[in-house]
Each structure stands twice: as C-alpha cells, then as structure tokens.
C-alpha cells in the first residue's frame, strides 16, 4: 500500500511473511488485551481518563502495526516514535506525580537515544542507496564495503536493543512497565518490545543478510548476560509487576541467544540450523508475547481484586479467585517452560540447535554453541525457582493482608482474555504442528534456505505423545478412591499458625540471593534502639536496599561526562546578540570557504 | 515385540524402585551394625499409606491434592524414557534427554507448589531450599547429557547408550569421565541424598526433600514417595546406561533379554551398595555449602564439553 | 598379547586421562593425606608408562628408571610425608585460599590452557598430544597448588606434583631421559623432602603454626 502520493516524505507499507507473522502477534494479542480493558477500564477509571483511554489504546495499536507493515523508512520511524508516544501517554493516565514524571522521563530518554542510533543506521545506507525504501535498501547491501556493514549492524544493534531492552540497556523497563496501568503493561511488555524483535530481525537478516561470526557471537553474549541478569534481578522483587517486567529482560535475552545462535550459523554455513534456531527464537517471540500478556492481564486482575500488586501481602487468592489463579498457573507453567506449554517446544527447539552447534569445523562455535545451551539451562532454572516463589506466595497458603483475604473473582470479559490467552498457550504446547510449519516459512523467506530443519517436525510429531501419556496417566491416577478429610495444618504441632509464620517472598529467595550476592550488592543498614544499656533493645530496625549495579557503574559516570560536556559548551551562549551575529557571521564565512575547496 | 520389551523396562523401573530404596537402607543398616529392616519394607509402607485417608490442610486449595497426581504422572513418564534392557525404550525420540531433565523440573515444580500450600513455615522452608539446590543442578545436568551427547553425534539416550555400548570399557574418554563425575555429582543433589539432603532426618532444620512432604498424609503421600523413589531409579538406570552399559541386550532373543536383566539387576546392587557406602560415609554438606559441591558439578560438566571439541 | 595384554595396552593408552582426573581430585581434596595418595598414584601411572615403553622398545635402562621411580615416588617419599603428617600433630586440612568450586574452575583452565599452549608442538613433534598436555596441566597444577595453599606441607606437595609433570613431559618428548639423570633427580627431590621435613618442625616449634601466609618477618 503506496501512500506516497499523500505525504511529503516516502510512506508505503507492504506485508511480507514476517510482517504477517508480527501483525498476527500485534492483533491477537491486541484483541485479548481490548477485550480486557473493557471491564477493567470501566472499574478503574472514569470521566476524562477512561476517554483518553479509549483514545489512546487503539492509537497505539495501530502505531505498532504501523512499525511491522512499514516499508519506507519514514514510515517505519513515524510508527516506531508514536509508539513511544502514545505509551507514554497511557502511562501518564494513571496519574502524574513527581516520582512517576521522574520514571517517564527516563523511558522518553532512554527510547530517543536508542531511536538516534536508529536514525543513524538508516542513514548509512544512504550513500549507496537511491532512496530510503526497504527494497532498494536491500539492493544497496551488495554494493557496500564491509566497515560500513558492520557500523550499521552495531548501530542497529543498539537502537534496538535499548528499545528490546538488552542488558545494559534495560534500565527503563522496570521503571515504566510497573508504573502503567496492566493492560498498558501487558501490550508494551508483550507486544512493544517484540517490534524491536522484528526490527533486528529485518536489518540483520533480510537487509544485511547476516555478517561475520562476531556479530553472532555479540548478539549470543548480551543474550546470555541479559538472560541471567534478568532473572537473577526478578528473583530478588516482590513488586508484582516489576518481577514480570524484569523477567521479560531475561525473555529478551533468550531470544537473543536464539538470533546470535541463528547468525553464527549463517556465517558458518550452515542454512539448515540457521533456520532452526531462527525458528526458535520467533517461536519464543510468539509464546513470550501470547504468556506476558496473560501474566500481566493476571497482575491486572490481582490488582482488581486485592488492590495491590506487593506479593507480601496476598497470598490464598487460588481458592478465593479459582479462574484467575488457573490461568495464572498456565502463564507460570508456559513460561518456565514446562513440558505441555508453549515455553518448552521454543527452548528445546533452541537445545537442539545448541547442540547441533558442536558440529561446526570452527572450533570457537563448537564449544560457544553447547555452552550455550548450559546458560540457557540455568536461566530456566532460576526461572523455575522464581515462578514457584510467585505462584506459591500469591496463590497458596493463608492470605496475608485484609484485601487478599476479601478477594473475588474477577469479571467475565477480563476472565474469558486470560483464559483464551491460556488456551493459546496449552495448544501451541500440546500441539506445535500447529504454528511450527507456518514459523519455518518465514524463516525459510528470510534466510533463503529450501529445506526444513528435521528437529522442528520431530518435535512437532513427539509432543503430542509425551502430552499424551502424562494426561492419561494424571486422569488415571485422579480417578483412583480417595478418601479426603480437611484438618487444620499440622506444621509439627505447632499451636496458634498464622498468615505471617508462611514463607514471605523475601525469604523463599534469599538462599539465592546470598550465593548471588555478587549481582546484587545490597546497602544494608541495621538501626537499634536502646532503653538504657545496650543490653535491652526498644527496636530494631533493618533496610535493605539494592541498586542495580548498572545504575553506579555504567550510567551514572555516562551522564556526568555529558552533563560536564555540557556545562562546558554553555559558555558559547553568552547572552550577547553581537556574539550570536559573529557567529552567524563565522558560519557563512566558513561555508564560503568551503564550498570553494570542495 | 520390541513394543512389549519397551512396556515391560518402563514398568520394571516403576515397579522395582521401592526395592531399591529398601536394599540401600538395608545395606546402610547393616554398615551401622544393625540388622535392618526387610528389604521389601517400602513395598508395605505403600500399601498401608494407599489405604488411609488423605488429610488435607484447611487453607489449602485444590492444587495440594493435585500436584502429588502430577508429580507421580511425569515421573512415570520419564522413566519410559530410559533404556534399561537394551538400548530403546518405549517413549525415545529424538532430544528426549530434553524432555527428561524438563519433566522431572516440572514434578519439582508441582511439588514446590503443593508444600507452599500447607499454610506452614516448613512447607516454604523445603520450597526455598529445594529451589536452590535444582536451580544449581540444572545447568551441570544439562551440560553433562550435553557433552556424551555431543561424543555419540546423536540426540537420543538411546544413540547414546548405543555408542557407549561400543567403546572399550579399558579405554577412558575423557569425555565420559568428566561426563559421569559432573553427572554423579548432580545426581546426589537430584535425588537429595547425603551430602545435600539426608532422606531419614527427622529434624526440620536439616530437611530439603522431607520439609516439603511434612503435610501430606495417606495416598498423596504414597504417590510422592513412590514418585521419589522412582526418580532415584530412573537417574540410577540413567548413569548405568550412559555409562557402564555392557551387558545390555543388542537384540530381542529371549536368551539376550534375560541376561540383560541380570546384568541390569546386578549392576543396581552394586549401585545401591556404593551408594549406601557413600551415605555411611560422609557426612551432610551444610546448607550453603551446597552451591560449593554444585559448582564443582558445574566446572566438570562445562570442562566435558569443551574436551568434545579438543578430543576430535 | 592376550586379554589382559590387550586390556592392559587399552588402559595405559588412557593415562592422560587419568592424570586429568587425579587434577582435579588434588584441587578438590579436603585433606592433605589425600593429596599424598593422590601423588602416588600419579607416580604409579607414570611408572606403568615406563615399563610399557620399555615393553615396547627393549630397553633394560627404562626397567631400572621405573624400578627407581617406584621406590622414591610410591615408596619412599610417601612414607617420609606420612610420618611427618602424623608427627606434626597438627590439623590435616590443606587450608585452601581458594573454596573448593573456584580451584576445580581454575584447575579446569588450567587443563584447558595446556591443551591450548602444546597444541602447535604436537603436530611438529609427532607425539601425543594428550599425552604432553596432561605433563604440562600436571607441572601448573602443581604450580597452582604452591600459590594457593596455606600449609608448609602442601608446597612442597606441590613442588613435587611440578616435578612429576617435568618429567613426564621429559618422557614424552625424548623417550625418557638418560638413567644418571634420572639418578640424580631423584636422589635431589628425597634430600629435599627430608630436608623440609626437618624445617618444618623447626618452623613449627619456632612460629607455633605452620601458616605460610603468617611468615612475612622477611618483609622489606
């Protein structure tokens, strides 16, 4: 479709097969997320706010089908800052105190630089490209020199990451995921970050038609660091919706570990695995998007009920919200990556293309590769353990506060977008014939390989089986005689249980904080407060606080540099108009100049 | 035929783990002078559970019932993946390893869920620790299948048992070497015997495994000590087959198949007895010396791997 | 050669795997009497590899190297560091600098980095390069355990965990080294381990601990 006629600049968009493919993860998910909104708009806001609401909501629905459909890059750009306008502006809904104005600004900031750096990209291909559509684009790579390639891929990478949100560059999503209202969170947790996704994709793949080893073994690496940070981070939160926005920082980097596997690859000759671990990580892609969006919608729906997101405070909302608790346990299932959930037949399409890795003839891949797949083993398990502290504080036990203990079930349109949500999740599980042939397509257009890589349809065959056999084997046993009888908890005779003798979410990770203490470098500060002597203490009072170690280490000393840059270039605003008349008057001097030794 | 063989090594791994349990509390009993109980106790202790009734806390929720089911249902599951008479079993396809290390997490999981249920300290403590122990016993698991995997140019526990049946058992690879310490290693930690969890305590404060299960009672009990002792099993057949797998039968006579059962039973006894010695032995690791022990696992299982390409 | 022959040719073909491992088991080991064991069955390994090149190639010299090799490294010095063990008195643990995971990871690198270093003379020499390699690993092993390890004992379990390595590597290149040297060898490192023996009751009786990470009077 061909608006230039109506324009200024180019502005056409085309839908190729990946196009389709992120448009069908836009929509979907877009859909379940409206559907959503409807009852949880309705309760939570009114008047003015729910109007802008429903204004901004599609708007910023149509600016991310704008970004995947666009195939100018005017068009793509227009798409890609609406996005983040438009985000902001939902965020802004929920209200605008000083703290929240502080986490936008940093989002606004942290998405422009990663947008200069797109610029930036797009305009070296100017040089050797005619005019900035994506085909002609395509066309110019041939012709260009090597420094340049990799100067757009790094630059690529860049742009895109901060908006994917790559370790280090992930700083503004646990600042403006939790702050936005759960439908908001779940589109830009599940949906916005995936049009990065597309966007590396387009330019590494289809523009630049993969590069050497190092681009792959870069992109492996800030998977495999985002991956484990991400996690290691969640595990350490009990702020709902800043556990679920962390833990789409590690999604991300299990994505990234599938691109850099899929570009090390491609620069090994190697089309068919290529195509497999590509397959793999826009398959985790889908899952990612299909069980964020379920988890955040269920921190919408906790919210809506107990009226806060802190797990230290829920706790037995399985029993008093059973709709909302089963789909829960779905989304925590798929994510972890349980046998039977979508989660698992990405990562093992991703194991086996790690361990196809050790076939290669270059030694460096053939030993990078399987160790990957061990970092991935170890994010899937500090996963685990995650899930089963949020699942297990939230849901079981004794509620912990008044609100959890007075929870109810939500109503019937939130309940029936989690639990299609839900489905989705449990059919490309049981069923990944289902997605896997159409995924290897567009992997196949992308990567102009012919044949299908024979791990993705055995997998396709096997899951069923095992699907297959664990059902019936759990229907067989359930329906064995069992007598119940509901007695108070034992707890080894323990008189007088309460709600605050549970394991706290604090509790149930500091095993792994401690023997991670390196990541977090927790500022620890123990007051007490005496009676007379030192013997008798009124009150003891302890804090911890953790910084992510990013913020000391990388940021701040990059904002002093620019601030003292800066404060250094401001002595050229003297106030005085005859300086600024000098000036002008130097700059057309100097263009004289040159123009007559150009 | 080579169906019914496969049906058969699924159940004989269900159905002769309690025997295992009790041969190595046996031998244990018999290092510490005493006489022991019969080894068919576990057997007895199964029955008298599955014929009581299941108390079920007041706070708890649906789930507390039914994460024993599925632990026990993907437990099974898994074991239909290991070769034990010959080097085939009933559910092997490829990357099943895969799906056996992502089974017996999701049993774990279930497990996790239901002991945070309880409503009590212990069931969290179990929980938070058990959550430690796995999380760090996944990536030298991984590794180490990865590594013997990567050697036999195949993803199937059946290739590889295949391959391992055709090397020299006097010729080590260090592959295999490193393979199996790291594997060793994690196997003590998977199963939760001593040096990370003792399985007989009876303090609270020492329990990994046991503070999990403190509030289950009757048949959902059984099924998690049966779902236990299967996955010793399967993780014992695991090693065996991976590792020392001569003996095993290469075709489907009936003579073959009878050996192989011998050898297989054979090779579990001296198993359970090393592992009793082992438990005899040494003493409890203490909580946070764990990661320790698992970081050894770990260094060993990333070593195999990078010697699969060294070895070339 | 018969089973046993055959069985025999297999397992010594696996030496180097086997050093690997006596490595890493030295690096993980809690107790000192466990890192002498472990030296003599190094020791024991190399020993069989000189009776097998003697086998091999006939050589009467080689059967006496191995005699003396087995009464000085399995033997004697075992002995004399036991007895010193056990009239010490002292606690038996080798008081790492480093936990137990961090020497195993840094014992693995350094396994890996001598593959890496002998990789080029293996192909130019024509020798095996598992076999060199386990030489170098067992000389920085033994180097590593010097550095990291806070008993007067250890170092010098150390010491001659180099100097297994040294001669390994000696082995491999040239086919043993000439007997006088060996003779000689030999002879130095009993002297020395008698010697240390000696000063480390001197130094115990003078500093009442025997924590070479304590004795800094020499300090500048």
New interface residues.
């Given amino acids: 479709m061909d608006l230039t006629q109506l324009t200024p600049f180019p502005f056409a968009l085309t839908v190729d097969r990946m196009s389709a493919l992120f448009l069908l993860l836009i929509c979907a998910v877009g859909t379940l997320v409206v559907l959503f909104s409807i009852s949880y708009v309705e309760r939570h806001y009114s008047g003015p706010k729910a109007d802008w609401m429903w204004v901004l909501l599609p708007l910023f629905l149509l600016s991310m089908v704008l970004v995947v459909t666009a195939s100018t890059a005017f068009a793509f750009l227009f798409g890609w800052e609406l996005m983040t306008v438009f985000s902001a502006g939902l965020i802004l809904i929920d209200g605008d105190s000083e703290r929240r104005r502080h986490n936008i600004f940093i989002y606004l900031l942290m998405m422009h630089v990663g947008t200069a750096a797109v610029i930036a990209s797009f305009f070296l291909f100017l040089p050797h490209a005619n005019s900035l559509n994506f085909a002609s684009m395509r066309a110019a790579v041939a012709i260009m020199p090597m420094g340049v390639r990799n100067a757009i891929f790094l630059l690529s990478f860049i742009g895109f990451g901060t908006k994917a949100g790559i370790v280090p560059l992930h700083l503004w999503l646990p600042k403006a995921h939790p702050i936005a209202p759960s439908p908001v969170s779940a589109l830009m947790s599940a949906v916005m970050l995936k049009t990065a996704i597309y966007a590396f994709v387009r330019f590494t793949f289809d523009f630049l038609g993969g590069g050497p080893s190092w681009w792959g073994y870069l992109v492996l690496a800030a998977g495999a660091v985002s991956g484990v940070l991400g996690v290691l981070y969640a595990i350490a939160e009990h702020d709902l919706k800043r556990l679920l926005a962390y833990h789409s920082v590690e999604n991300i980097g299990i994505i990234y570990l599938g691109l850099g596997a899929a570009l090390v690859f491609n620069a090994n000759n190697a089309p068919i695995w290529a195509t497999l671990a590509l397959t793999a990580a826009l398959l985790h892609t889908l899952n990612h998007a299909l069980f964020k969006s379920l988890l955040f919608l269920g921190a919408g729906a906790i919210s809506d009920a107990a009226h806060t997101i802190d797990i230290e405070e829920l706790g037995?909302l399985?029993?008093r919200m059973p709709v909302t608790?089963v789909v829960f346990?779905v989304a925590c299932?798929s994510i972890?990556?349980?046998?039977l959930f979508n989660g698992?037949v990405s990562?093992?399409l991703m194991?086996?293309s790690?361990?196809a890795g050790?076939?290669l003839s270059n030694?460096s891949a053939?030993?990078i590769l399987?160790?990957m797949?061990?970092?991935l083993?170890?994010i899937?398990?500090?996963a685990?353990?995650c899930?089963?502290?949020l699942?297990?504080?939230a849901?079981?036990?004794?509620p912990r506060g008044i609100e959890a203990e007075h929870a109810t079930e939500v109503a019937i349109p939130m309940q029936a977008a989690m639990a299609l949500l839900a489905a989705a999740c449990v059919t490309i599980g049981v069923m990944p014939g289902v997605v896997l042939p159409p995924l290897i397509a567009v992997t196949q257009e992308l990567l102009h390989s012919s044949s299908p890589p024979e791990?993705a349809l055995?997998?396709s065959?096997?899951l069923p089986?095992?699907a297959g056999?664990?059902i019936v084997?759990?229907i067989a046993?359930?329906g064995?005689r069992?007598?119940?009888?509901?007695?108070?908890?034992?707890?080894?005779g323990?008189p007088g249980?309460n709600?605050r003798?549970?394991?706290s979410s604090t509790?149930?990770?500091?095993?792994?904080r401690?023997?991670f203490a390196r990541v977090y470098k927790p500022d620890r500060t123990v007051e007490i407060e005496y009676v007379n002597r030192p013997y008798f203490p009124k009150s003891v009072t302890y804090h911890s606080v953790r910084t992510t170690s990013f913020e000391n280490s990388l940021y701040r000393p990059a904002v002093d540099a620019i601030v003292a840059m800066a404060t250094r270039l401001r002595r050229l605003q003297t106030g005085n108009v005859q300086v600024y008349l000098l000036y002008i008057f130097l700059a057309l001097v100097a263009l004289l100049v040159f123009m007559r030794f150009a | 035929m080579k169906f019914a063989v496969n049906v058969i090594e699924a159940l004989l791994i269900v159905a002769i783990a309690p025997l295992v349990r009790g041969v190595i509390a046996r031998v244990k009993a018999r290092i510490q002078n005493r006489r022991g109980a019969s080894v068919l106790r576990p057997y007895a202790d199964l029955l008298k559970l599955f014929r009581k009734e299941d108390l079920v806390p007041d706070t708890a929720s649906a789930l507390f019932r039914f994460a024993p089911v599925v632990l026990f249902a993907v437990t099974v599951t898994a074991a239909a993946f290991v070769p034990v008479l010959h080097p085939s079993a009933l559910l092997g396809v490829s990357g099943d390893f895969i799906v056996l290390v992502y089974l017996l997490a999701a049993g774990r999981f279930f497990l996790m869920l239901g002991a945070m249920d309880g409503g009590s300290s212990f069931g969290g403590m179990g929980a938070s620790r058990e959550a430690l122990v796995s999380t760090l016993a996944e990536a030298p698991l991984f590794l180490g299948l990865t590594s013997v995997a990567i050697l036999a140019h195949t993803v199937r526990l059946s290739g590889i048992v295949e391959f391992s049946v055709r090397q020299n058992p006097f010729q080590l690879s260090a592959v295999h070497v490193l393979a199996f310490g790291a594997l060793a290693l994690v196997a003590i930690a998977e199963t939760g015997r001593i040096p990370v969890d003792n399985p007989t305590t009876h303090l609270e404060l020492t329990m990994i495994h046991e503070a999990m299960v403190l509030e289950y009672s009757g048949p959902s009990l059984a099924l998690i000590e049966w779902a236990s002792a299967v996955k010793l099993t399967l993780i014992m057949a695991l090693l065996v087959g991976v590792f020392v797998p001569w003996g095993m039968a290469t075709s489907n006579s009936l003579l073959g198949l009878a050996f192989a059962l011998l050898a297989f039973l054979f090779k579990f006894a001296v198993l359970a007895i090393v592992i009793a010695m082992i438990e005899s032995s040494l003493a409890k690791l203490r909580m946070y010396l764990v990661p320790d022990f698992l970081g050894v696992a770990s260094a060993l299982a990333i070593l195999a791997v990078v010697f699969t390409a060294l070895m070339r | 050669m018969g089973l046993i022959g055959l069985a025999v040719a297999k397992a010594l073909a696996s030496s180097a795997v086997f050093l690997f491992v006596t490595v890493l088991m030295m690096a993980s080991a809690k107790r000192i009497s466990t890192c002498i064991v472990l030296f003599g069955l190094q020791s024991a390994v190399m020993a069989a590899q000189i009776v097998a090149l003697a086998y091999a190639g006939k050589l009467l010299e080689a059967y006496a190297i191995a005699a003396l090799v087995v009464v000085v490294k399995i033997v004697a010095i075992p002995y004399a560091l036991f007895r010193i063990v056990r009239d010490l008195k002292a606690p038996h643990d080798t008081a790492s600098s480093t936990t137990v995971a961090q020497s195993v990871f840094i014992m693995a690198g350094l396994i890996l980095l001598s593959f890496f270093a002998v990789a080029p003379y293996a192909k130019t020499l024509r020798i095996d390069e598992n076999m060199l390699a386990s030489a170098v690993a067992l000389v920085l092993s033994g180097a590593f355990l010097m550095v990291s390890r806070k008993k007067a004992l250890m170092q010098v379990i150390g010491l001659l965990v180099l100097e297994n390595g040294i001669f390994l590597a000696a082995l491999t290149t040239t086919f043993g080294m000439p007997l006088v040297i060996e003779i000689g060898i030999s002879f130095d490192l009993l002297m020395g381990v008698f010697l240390m023996g000696l000063f480390v009751f001197r130094i115990r009786d003078t500093f009442e601990h025997l924590d070479v990470s304590k004795l800094r009077r020499l300090r500048g």
């Fill in positions: 037995g399985l029993k608790g346990l299932c972890i990556g349980l046998p698992f990562e093992w194991f086996r790690f361990i050790a076939e030694i053939a030993v399987p160790l797949a061990g970092v083993a170890l899937g398990g500090l685990v353990s899930f089963a502290k699942y297990g504080v849901f079981l036990g004794r791990p055995s997998i065959r096997t089986l095992v056999c664990v084997l759990i046993i359930s064995l069992r007598i119940k009888r509901i007695t108070p908890t034992w707890a080894c323990l249980l709600s003798m549970q394991y509790a149930f990770s500091k095993p792994l401690k023997v």
